[in-house]
């Protein structure tokens, strides 16, 4: 493909990654009754849809009824709208289907939330207040470029330990796209590949770059380095 890299801005944002053992980040959502993990990737407008998984955090006496609803029906619908739990399935997680809008127009994000409506003969759950769980709809009609999602927290270790980097097109190009990906310390990681291919099918699936934590071999403390990605070439200018 010719080189144009207009696609994705060359200065993109990198993504910053600590290794270390601490934890800090804070989770996004907290309740006594649900428990929410990790969305599959991204929510773009006119991309694909994601799954939320869901599940309670601990057991009921009775069955419950989970009932949900979105606060803008133009930025993502949801599927199921309801989700039953009994005393044998309470822990396993089942998924909610996002689906994002596409409204044409180039308003920006769109930040909206998820309700929650409990329903049980368990006292302790029936009607119990939950949070609302909040998500923004990336706008696609703005200047090309890439999106990207840290799955769980930003953190590897020496040990091995790693995390993944979901990545996509903000809207679909004309023809292939290739990304490059380069970490600012190879000492302090790796990347399981260096550059992604986007095109016309694939183009809002979002692809996995799996960044894990290497033993440099000395005693220096927590290091936070960058993941990178672009320039992109592409015919697309």
Known sequence: A????SYVPKDEDPVVIEEGDNKGTMPTFMSDEI???????????????????IALKREPTAPVTLMLSSSN?????????????????????????????DDDVASGDTRWS???????EDET?????????????????????????????PIVTEQGGNTSIAVQLSRQPAGEVLVQVTVS???????????????????????????????????????????????ANSADE
């Open 125 to 153: 759950f029936h009607e119990a207040m939950v949070q609302d769980y909040t998500l923004t709809t990336i706008d696609n009609d703005v200047p090309p470029t890439l999106i990207t999602s840290v799955m769980g927290e």
């Open 35 to 53: 428990e929410v993990g990790q969305p599959s990737g991204p929510l773009l407008e006119g991309g694909a849809a994601i799954t939320l998984p």
């Open 185 to 231: 310390d190879a000492d302090e990681a790796s990347l399981d590949r260096n550059a992604l291919t986007f095109d016309t099918l694939t183009w809002n699936l979002p692809q996995q770059v799996v960044v894990t934590g290497k033993d440099d071999m000395t005693k220096d403390g927590d290091a936070t380095f960058e993941v990178t990605f672009g320039p």
């Open 114 to 120: 998820i309700a929650f409506s409990l329903q049980s």
């Open 73 to 101: 029906e133009s930025a993502g619908t949801l599927s199921p709208t309801t989700l039953e739990f009994t005393p044998e399935n309470w822990r396993s997680t089942q998924p909610l289907t996002i689906s994002p809008g």
């Open 2 to 5: 010719a080189c144009g890299d």
